[in-house]
C-alpha cells in the first residue's frame, strides 16, 4: 500500500506545483500572476522540485518519462513567464479594504515594496539554485 | 477581402517563444533523465554466466560481478569491471562479522552471552546490558541507526547529496552506544548494532575489527583483496564508486565504526573464494550460518539468515546488502554446497536475481 501511496502523494505534489506555474504564468483570468515576484516563487519551486524528485525518489522506467515531461511543461511555464516579465510590476499588493462610518467598504491603496520583493526573488533564487546543485 | 481573424488571441510569436522554451526543456529533461548506467557488451570470465546474470538482474546497471559454487566447480563473471576491482559489499559485511563471532566463540574468547559493558567502555548505560548474541540476531533492542540530530542530519544530507552517511570514528560510535535506549523492537535490524559487534570483537581479541578480520576470516582464507576501509583517502584505482537507482554516482561508504556492519570491499576473485570456503563448509567461523533465533518468519544465525526449504525443498542461508551506489546478495544452499555471489555497483536489489540464478542453476540438486 505504502508503496503506491508515497509516488502517488509525490506525483500529486509536483503536478499541483507545475500546474500552478503554468496556469499563474499563461492565465489572463483571476488565477494570472499579478507580480514578477509570483513568477520567480513558481520557477523556483518547479525546478526544486524536479530536482529533488530526480534526487530523492529516483523514478525510473516510467516514471523517468514523466519526469522528463514535466521538465518540458516547466519549460513551457517559463516562456509564460518571460513574456509576461515586462507587463509585470515586482510587487502588486492588494488595497487595503476597511469599513467607513457607514459600513462601506473602502479600499486604500498600498504602496509597493519594489526593493523588497526584488531581493526576496534575488535570495529565493539563489537558495533555489542552491538546491538543485546539491541534488546534482 | 480580408483575412478571418484567428480565433486566439495570443499571435503567433508568442507560440513559437512558448514552443522552443518547452523543446528546450525537453532536451535538457532528456539530457538529465533519472536512470541508472546500462551494463556494457563486454564481460570477463564465463560468458554463459554473464549472459544469465545479465537477465535476471536486468542490463541496467553501471557493473556487476558473479560467483557461482556448485560442488561440479567455480564460475565467475565480471561485466563492467576488472576481476580485481573491488565492490562494496554492503552489509554483506555484517556476514563477515558473523563469521567472526562464531570464530571467536570457538577459541572462547567471548561467549554469545557476554554482555557488551565487559568490552566497550560504555558505562552504565543500557548498551552495556546487551550480549554478542543480541547484536548478531538484531535482538537487542537497538535501533536501526543512532536516533540524534547528527545522523538524521547526516542521512539527509546523503539523500541529497549521495555523500557518505557514516564515517564515524570508534570514540563517535561509543557515545552514540552510550546515548541509545533499548526500546526499538526485537528483530529489528540495527547496523548499529552490528558496529558495535565488530568493534567489541575487536576488544576482546585486544585489537582493531579490521586487523583481527585480516588476521582470523580474510587471510586464513586468501582474501587479499577483501577489508573495510576506514577513510576514502585509502581507496585506489581498483576501487569503483556505484550510483544510485537514479544513476548518480554515489560516494564510497567509508568510516572505522560502520566496517562491521557494511563497510567492507572485496572483488570477484576474492568472493569467488569466499564462496568455495562457505559451500564446502571450510570457511573459518562457519557455525555462524547455523539459525540461532527466529527473525520474524524466519531464522538467523549469527547475521546469517535461513529460509527454510526456498530452494526447491532445501535451506537457504543468506546476507543481502545495499550501500548508496551497491546492492549485494549472498546465498549458501549447505546441503548442495553450492553458493552464488551477486555484487552490483548500481543500488538495485539482486536479491531475487540471486535467488533465481540458486534455482536455475539446480542448487538443490
Known amino acids: 500500500m505504502i508503496e503506491i501511496l508515497i509516488p502517488a502523494v509525490v506525483a500529486l505534489v509536483v503536478a499541483w506545483v507545475l500546474a500552478l506555474q503554468v496556469v499563474h504564468a499563461w492565465s489572463t483570468g483571476r488565477w494570472a500572476a499579478t507580480e514578477r515576484y509570483r513568477l520567480v516563487v513558481d520557477a523556483v519551486d518547479s525546478i526544486v522540485i524536479l530536482a529533488l524528485v530526480r534526487a ?47 459600513g462601506a467598504t473602502v479600499e486604500t491603496a498600498v504602496e509597493p515594496r519594489t526593493r523588497g520583493r526584488q531581493v526576496l526573488s534575488g535570495i529565493y533564487a539563489v537558495v533555489g539554485a542552491a538546491i538543485v546543485a546539491l541534488c546534482w | 477581402m480580408t483575412a478571418t481573424p484567428r480565433s486566439t488571441s495570443r499571435p503567433r510569436r508568442v507560440w513559437v517563444i512558448a514552443a522552443v522554451s518547452t523543446a528546450v526543456a525537453l532536451a535538457i529533461g532528456l539530457a538529465f533523465r533519472p536512470g541508472p548506467s546500462t551494463l556494457p557488451p563486454e564481460a570477463t570470465g564465463d560468458a554463459e554466466l554473464a549472459a544469465t546474470v545479465r537477465e535476471l538482474a536486468g542490463p541496467d546497471r553501471k557493473a556487476l560481478l558473479a560467483v557461482v559454487v556448485t560442488p561440479d566447480g567455480t564460475r565467475t563473471a565480471t561485466i563492467g569491471a576488472q576481476p580485481n576491482t573491488r565492490f562494496e559489499i554492503g552489509s554483506v559485511s555484517k556476514a563477515f562479522t558473523g563469521l567472526l563471532l562464531a570464530d571467536s566463540i570457538e577459541r572462547g574468547e567471548v561467549t554469545p552471552d557476554t554482555r557488551l559493558g565487559e568490552l566497550l567502555e560504555l558505562g552504565d548505560a543500557p548498551a552495556a546490558d546487551v550480549t ?88 586464513p582464507m586468501g582474501l587479499d583483496s577483501t577489508s573495510p576501509v576506514s577513510d576514502a583517502a585509502e581507496l585506489g584505482d581498483r576501487d569503483l564508486l556505484g550510483e544510485t537507482a537514479g544513476g548518480r554516482t554515489a560516494a564510497a561508504w567509508t568510516g572505522t565504526a560502520i566496517g562491521p556492519a557494511g563497510g567492507i570491499r572485496s572483488d570477484t576473485e576474492d568472493l569467488a573464494r569466499f564462496a568455495e570456503r562457505l559451500a564446502d563448509g571450510s570457511a573459518p567461523g562457519i557455525e555462524a550460518l547455523d539459525p540461532q533465533a527466529a527473525f520474524g518468519d524466519r531464522e538467523i544465525g549469527w547475521a546469517w539468515i535461513t529460509d527454510r526449504k526456498a530452494i526447491d525443498g532445501e535451506d537457504l542461508v543468506w546476507h543481502n546488502g545495499a550501500t548508496g551506489g551497491f546492492a549485494s546478495f549472498v546465498g549458501v544452499v549447505p546441503a548442495t554446497g553450492t553458493t552464488v555471489v551477486l555484487v552490483s555497483a548500481t543500488q538495485e536489489s539482486v536479491d531475487a536475481a540471486g535467488v533465481a540464478l540458486l534455482e536455475q542453476i539446480g542448487a538443490a540438486r
Do not use: C, M
Request: aromatic share 8%; proline share 6%; glycine share 8%.
Open chain 1, 56 to 102: 530523492l525518489a529516483a523514478p525510473v522506467g516510467v516514471w523517468s518519462w514523466a519526469w522528463v515531461l514535466a521538465v518540458a511543461i516547466v519549460g513551457f511555464g517559463l516562456a509564460g513567464a518571460a513574456l509576461r516579465w515586462n507587463t509585470l510590476p515586482w510587487h502588486a499588493p492588494k488595497p487595503k479594504r476597511t469599513l467607513d462610518e457607514h
Open chain 2, 132 to 219: 554478542l548474541a543480541q547484536l548478531a540476531t538484531h535482538t537487542s533492542g537497538l535501533p536501526r541507526l543512532p536516533i540524534d540530530l547528527s545522523t538524521i542530519l547526516s542521512s539527509t544530507w546523503f539523500a541529497l547529496t549521495t555523500a557518505n552517511p557514516y564515517g564515524e570514528d570508534l570514540d563517535q560510535l561509543l557515545e552514540q552506544a552510550r546515548s541509545a535506549s533499548l526500546d526499538t523492537p526485537k528483530g529489528t535490524y540495527s547496523n548499529l548494532g552490528f558496529e558495535l559487534l565488530g568493534a567489541a570483537l575487536g576488544s576482546a581479541a585486544g585489537t582493531s575489527y579490521a586487523d583481527l578480520l585480516e588476521e582470523r576470516i580474510t587471510g
